[in-house]
């Protein structure tokens, strides 16, 4: 299993970071509303900022602070952040066995309370969020 990482909608909420713990690139990201920045911390809750972007102003509006974004761009592919043991709530994939809500989509992760869903709107939303 390789890919692209791609974080859906059962992060809305839980935000526990599990990810960024074990992302060795940080390029996932939260969006600091007080700065209207997308951050990325050295260490998830250190408070030291490694890397920041300008966050599309249409895009971050559909969820916002609810949860957090992998730049595609800067996203490797390790596969570190997508196995099967670290988001609690089955919430990211590997973007090409990203669930298509079809019957026969890719697996769904085990956790994801949204098993059925069509998952791929979030590969464009992890795009269009980042303007820069
Ligand atoms: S591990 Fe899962 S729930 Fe936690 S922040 Fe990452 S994507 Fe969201
Ligand atoms: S696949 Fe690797 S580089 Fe990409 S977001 Fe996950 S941990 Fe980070």
Redesign the pocket.
């Known amino acids: 299993m390789a890919g692209l990482a791609i974080?859906t909608e059962?992060?809305i909420g839980?935000?526990?970071?599990?990810?960024?713990d074990v992302c060795p690139v940080q390029c996932?990201y939260e969006f600091d509303e007080a700065t209207n920045r997308l951050i990325s911390e050295i260490e998830a809750g250190s408070g030291v900022v490694e890397t920041e972007h300008a966050p599309d102003p249409a895009a971050i509006a559909v969820f916002g602070d609810g949860?957090?974004y992998v730049n595609l761009d800067e996203c490797t592919s390790c596969t570190a952040?997508y196995q099967p043991d670290?988001?609690?709530?089955g919430?990211?994939y590997s973007e090409e066995h990203l669930p298509d809500g079809s019957p026969t989509s890719a697996k769904y992760n085990s956790a994801d309370p949204h098993k059925g869903h069509d998952h791929t709107f979030f590969v464009q939303h992890s795009r269009d969020v980042f303007a820069d």
Do not use: F, S, T, Y
């Open positions: 974080i059962a992060c839980v935000k526990d970071r599990a990810c960024v996932i949860l957090l952040c670290v988001c609690p709530v919430a990211i």
